[in-house]
């Protein structure tokens, strides 16, 4: 096995060169990688799997969890004597530099990321460099990374910056012969410590992405592909991402135009969170009530499972306080960028007359609750809104992606790192919310022109 630092298959010597693009979604819970080699071997990619270190239910998704212990080296392995962090990507983009002191060093988002990013890449190079020899083993692999950001992030240029910085600064710990250690980052960031090694990558290579634009590229890259505006809406751990976007062509480039952006923290697990305290009041409420009962001469319950609630116990509306609140926040959330895509942003697309594609993704999706909003959306902007309603569409799974055991159901967990495998310069135009006008709904009579209108043209 080569070492883990390493970048180039062993013993080779030959000058003709393979690219190869490592695509990172840098997940909330849990982190996916794609490689590809977009000029050889038609267009190859590669799921990386993560073995033992990565989560029962499928071993391409790697948990975004990093262990260090007190003198602050890193590894994504389960360690009973080490410290582990998770929510690292939240804390980053709350606050990237703040954090707290451990013995001579100080751990923040930003140095957590950079570890867990340099740990990832370590992987993922060292299981192309064994499993894939055959097919490559006879080229210089010259790489580029993509990273994805959250949509509505792209337009911020200081966050693309934090993001490209991480990830070029775990490219270069990734290549030191030492461990990767939260101390050494601290060291570098302070001056006091440099990395002696040879980057083995262009600084041009390394590039971020909107995770939305990644995520529908395999199907603006594939023979199902229509131009128009779409809506993508992604449904993480932590947050709802949802966009809306028109898909065309420039001049034989793609462009994706994006007219919405929003992002709100009402993924999977708040929705769970939510759910838990909601029960968790009721509950409370349904034991004061038992130890304030004045009856004494009322039997007491004779086992301790009869003191325990059933939904029946907390109220006729105890199920629909539990759980409308939260459906009404995320109701509102998709229903903010509908109105907003019909009234100023693309009022006069075919879409409201055909159908608004809807692109349902994300590892959150299979919670009933929210496939319920996009139902009941779509009963009501055909009722109401005078259009033919949403149209749900799955995302495709591109046969050149090469994975052990992938159910085609899941592709659209790994989607992103998919989108993210394809060379930065092979994308197309981005253009966000911001640079883009407001557009005016077209007040003309469809017979304006027509002083007295007979039957024949009716």
Same mark, same amino acid.
């Given at each position: 096995? /080569?070492?883990?630092?390493?970048?180039?298959?062993?013993?080779? $010597?030959?000058?003709?060169? !393979?690219?190869?693009?490592?695509?990172?979604?840098?997940?909330?819970?849990?982190?996916?990688?794609?490689?590809?080699? =977009?000029? +050889?071997?038609?267009?190859?990619?590669?799921?990386? /799997?993560?073995?033992?270190?990565?989560?029962?239910? $499928?071993?391409?998704?790697?948990?975004?969890? &990093?262990?260090?212990?007190?003198?602050?080296?890193?590894?994504?392995?389960?360690?009973?004597?080490?410290? !582990?962090?998770?929510?690292?990507?939240?804390?980053?983009?709350?606050?990237?530099?703040?954090?707290?002191?451990?013995?001579? +060093?100080?751990?923040?988002?930003?140095?957590?990321?950079?570890?867990?990013?340099?740990?990832?890449?370590?992987?993922?190079?060292?299981?192309?460099?064994?499993?894939?020899?055959?097919?490559?083993?006879?080229?210089?692999?010259?790489?580029?990374?993509?990273?994805?950001?959250?949509?509505?992030?792209?337009?911020?240029?200081?966050?693309?910056?934090?993001?490209? !910085?991480?990830?070029?600064?775990?490219?270069?710990?990734?290549?030191?012969?030492?461990?990767?250690?939260?101390?050494?980052?601290?060291?570098?960031?302070?001056?006091?410590?440099?990395? $002696?090694?040879?980057?083995?990558? %262009?600084?041009?290579?390394?590039?971020?992405?909107? %995770?939305?634009?990644? %995520?529908?590229?395999?199907?603006?890259?594939?023979?199902?592909?229509?131009?128009?505006?779409?809506?993508?809406?992604?449904?993480?751990?932590? *947050?709802?991402?949802?966009?809306?976007?028109?898909?065309?062509?420039?001049?034989?480039?793609?462009?994706?135009?994006?007219? #919405?952006?929003?992002?709100?923290?009402?993924?999977?697990?708040?929705?769970? &969170?939510?759910?838990?305290?909601?029960?968790?009041?009721?509950? #409370?409420?349904?034991?004061?009530?038992?130890?304030?009962?004045?009856?004494?001469?009322? =039997?007491?319950?004779?086992?301790? /499972? %009869?003191?325990?609630?059933?939904?029946?116990?907390?109220?006729?509306?105890? @199920?629909?306080?539990?759980? @409308?609140?939260?459906?009404?926040?995320?109701?509102?959330?998709?229903?903010?960028?509908?109105?907003?895509?019909?009234?100023?942003?693309?009022?006069?697309? @075919?879409?409201?007359?055909?159908?608004?594609?809807?692109?349902? !993704?994300?590892?959150?999706?299979?919670?009933?609750?929210?496939?319920?909003?996009?139902?009941?959306?779509? @009963?009501?902007?055909? *009722?109401?809104?005078? *259009?033919?309603?949403?149209?749900?569409?799955?995302? =495709?799974?591109?046969?050149?992606?090469?994975?052990?055991?992938?159910?085609?159901?899941?592709?659209?967990?790994?989607?992103?790192?998919?989108?993210?495998?394809?060379?930065?310069?092979?994308?197309?135009?981005?253009?966000? /919310?911001?640079?883009?006008?407001?557009?005016?709904?077209?007040?003309? =009579?469809?017979?304006?022109?027509?002083?007295?209108?007979?039957?024949?043209?009716?």
């Amino acid at each position: 096995m /080569p070492p883990a630092n390493a970048t180039q298959f062993q013993n080779t $010597n030959h000058a003709e060169i !393979c690219d190869v693009v490592i695509g990172i979604d840098f997940g909330t819970s849990c982190s996916k990688v794609v490689l590809q080699s =977009p000029y +050889f071997a038609d267009r190859r990619a590669m799921l990386v /799997p993560f073995g033992d270190l990565g989560h029962p239910i $499928n071993s391409h998704l790697l948990p975004t969890k &990093l262990y260090y212990d007190r003198q602050g080296n890193c590894s994504l392995a389960t360690d009973l004597n080490s410290l !582990c962090t998770s929510g690292i990507k939240l804390r980053l983009l709350q606050n990237p530099d703040i954090g707290e002191s451990l013995s001579d +060093f100080a751990i923040t988002p930003r140095t957590l990321a950079i570890a867990y990013i340099a740990l990832v890449l370590r992987h993922a190079r060292q299981w192309f460099l064994t499993t894939q020899s055959k097919i490559y083993g006879n080229f210089r692999i010259r790489w580029h990374l993509n990273i994805g950001i959250p949509s509505p992030g792209y337009d911020d240029h200081d966050r693309r910056e934090l993001f490209k !910085c991480i990830a070029a600064d775990a490219w270069r710990f990734s290549l030191g012969t030492e461990s990767v250690s939260l101390a050494r980052i601290w060291q570098y960031f302070e001056g006091r410590w440099k990395p $002696n090694n040879r980057i083995d990558i %262009e600084s041009d290579a390394i590039n971020v992405m909107p %995770e939305i634009v990644a %995520e529908v590229l395999g199907y603006a890259k594939s023979n199902l592909r229509e131009n128009g505006l779409h809506v993508l809406i992604d449904i993480g751990a932590g *947050t709802i991402d949802i966009s809306g976007f028109i898909l065309h062509n420039k001049e034989g480039e793609d462009r994706y135009s994006f007219l #919405t952006s929003d992002l709100d923290h009402l993924g999977a697990y708040h929705c769970h &969170l939510d759910r838990v305290q909601r029960i968790k009041e009721h509950v #409370t409420r349904w034991f004061s009530h038992l130890a304030g009962r004045q009856d004494l001469a009322m =039997p007491i319950m004779a086992s301790l /499972p %009869e003191y325990f609630p059933r939904l029946a116990d907390f109220g006729t509306d105890a @199920e629909k306080d539990i759980l @409308e609140e939260f459906y009404t926040r995320c109701r509102a959330l998709v229903h903010r960028t509908l109105k907003s895509l019909k009234k100023n942003r693309d009022p006069n697309s @075919e879409r409201w007359k055909t159908g608004l594609p809807i692109f349902f !993704c994300g590892g959150g999706k299979s919670l009933s609750i929210y496939r319920r909003v996009l139902d009941d959306l779509h @009963e009501c902007w055909q *009722t109401s809104m005078a *259009t033919r309603g949403l149209k749900i569409i799955d995302l =495709p799974k591109p046969a050149n992606l090469v994975a052990d055991s992938l159910d085609e159901q899941l592709y659209d967990r790994f989607a992103v790192a998919y989108g993210l495998s394809y060379p930065y310069y092979d994308i197309g135009e981005i253009r966000p /919310p911001g640079s883009i006008s407001n557009v005016s709904i077209d007040p003309t =009579p469809k017979y304006a022109h027509i002083e007295y209108v007979s039957k024949d043209l009716v």
